[in-house]
Nanobody
Framework: QEQLVESGGGLVQAGGSLKLSCAAS????????MGWYRQVAGKERELVAA???????YYAESVKGRFTISRDNGKNMLYLQMNSLKPEDTALYHC????????WGKGTLVTVSS
């Protein structure tokens, strides 16, 4: 069974918004950390945001003030609200879980047009 399933990606104009969702299995979600990575072909993957079970958050400097990570513990769901999107945000976004963010989903594609 798929343990991390992302959704919500799509095509959006610069300045627009998208909300990504991740449905996680309970065993992964029960671990301390959940997060979002993004990756572009030929480039290194980047940790965009992360959140602990206690609600502590991390954001990459490039997305601070624009992206918000959240989690719904009752539904085993992880979210990434993305506002003021820029073309440089275009990437395949992966949900990740586990204490070391070791488990990855297949990803959902976000494309931001200029």
């Amino acid at each position: 069974q798929e343990q991390l399933v992302e959704s919500g990606g799509g095509l959006v104009q610069a300045g627009g918004s998208l909300k990504l969702s991740c449905a996680a299995s309970g065993s992964i979600f029960s671990a301390n950390n959940m997060g979002w990575y993004r990756q572009v072909a030929g480039k290194e993957r980047e940790l965009v945001a992360a959140i602990s079970s206690g609600g502590s958050t991390y954001y990459a400097e490039s997305v601070k003030g624009r992206f918000t990570i959240s989690r719904d513990n009752g539904k085993n769901m992880l979210y990434l609200q993305m506002n003021s999107l820029k073309p440089e945000d275009t990437a395949l976004y992966h949900c990740a879980g586990g204490d070391g963010l070791d488990y990855w989903g297949k990803g959902t594609l976000v494309t931001v047009s200029s």
